[in-house]
């Protein structure tokens, strides 16, 4: 039976176990540092599934030992953003928590796949992978997913269509210098660009690179979960089923797009190994200078959290 692990049960974490448990992938087990809070949260979503007749259990908990044997461990922990933060405000506290819980993942999970949502995404990937000693395979992102049905949600409500008309990706960094694949996107199988104005295009990309801030801006006392949590979902629902998706996902580019030893989104074959490779999109000029400075703050941003470790 496969077994589903989630680290952290706030808002993108139980609602990654709720989504996950009405999919029926797995067997879930929902932590916590507050117990209390992941074994509510854990009954609440059993009884939830029994209402709706879905035949599993979330298990909630505050000790690692439940999680043993986990086929994938997903990482949310750590803090959210709150108005006025950026994803890399959370640089250093969040690298402390993924650092930590990962290790513990490892002591119990050796041969699982870690799944990160913690933010900045990109970085905490990085520091998993580094923390596990997990192969490449086994350790992603999840960032271009949100990013790339945000961008398909703002593209509907410019047309006035169904979301599910239009195909569109978002590579790069998880953050403001995300790279939406304007010339990648279609409604149809029609560009976009032949159905709205440059202007109006530009102005949807700019909402894209800032979608999480608005939401947080809104919500004024946390940041977005629905949204992730559906994102996550789906990439975990293309591991346990073997779907073999292409999913914009952060992994380790090793010479792939030009770019060695860095955490990036890029498109990635989804299947019951992980990434199952790294799929090769042709970038037009501008998506390509686009890309290297999002591959560059990346890199900034990792090279700041060596400041801090020092």
């Known amino acids: 039976m496969l077994k589903l692990s989630i680290i952290g049960a706030g808002n993108v974490g139980s609602h990654i176990a709720v989504y996950a448990a009405g999919k029926d992938l797995a067997d879930i087990v929902l932590l916590d540092k507050d117990e209390g809070k992941a074994r509510g949260t854990g009954l609440d979503i059993t009884q939830a599934m029994a209402m709706a007749n879905v035949d599993r259990v979330v298990k909630g908990t505050g000790d690692y030992a439940d999680t043993a044997g986990s086929d994938i461990v997903v990482i949310t922990a750590g803090l959210a953003r709150k108005p006025g933060m950026s994803r890399d405000d959370l640089l250093g506290v969040n690298a402390e928590i993924v650092r930590s819980v990962t290790r513990e993942v490892v002591k119990h999970s050796p041969d699982c796949i870690l799944v990160v949502v913690t933010n900045p995404i990109n970085t905490m990937a990085q520091l998993a992978f580094e923390e596990s000693g997990f192969p490449r395979e086994r350790v992603i992102g999840v960032a271009g997913v949100l990013d790339s049905a945000r961008f398909k949600a703002f593209i509907a409500a410019e047309l006035a269509i169904g979301a599910s008309r239009i195909q569109t990706m978002v590579l790069g960094d998880h953050g403001a210098q995300m790279v939406p694949l304007v010339d990648h996107c279609t409604v149809d199988g029609v560009p976009i660009r032949e159905k709205i104005p440059e202007e109006r295009i530009q102005a949807i990309v700019d909402r894209v690179q800032h979608g999480g801030s608005e939401i947080v801006k809104l919500l004024r006392t946390g940041s977005a979960y629905y949204a992730p949590g559906t994102a ?32 990036v989104g890029v498109p990635v074959l989804i299947g019951r190994n992980g990434m199952e490779e790294v799929v090769d999109v042709h970038l037009t000029e501008a998506e390509t200078r686009a890309f290297q400075l999002s591959v560059e703050h990346i890199r900034e941003r990792l090279e700041q959290l060596a400041t801090m470790a020092v």
């Open 232 to 263: 996550t979902v789906e990439l975990l629902d293309a591991i346990l089923n073997d779907h073999q998706h292409t999913l914009p996902c952060a992994v380790l580019l090793k010479g792939e797009y030009g770019v060695d030893g860095l955490f």
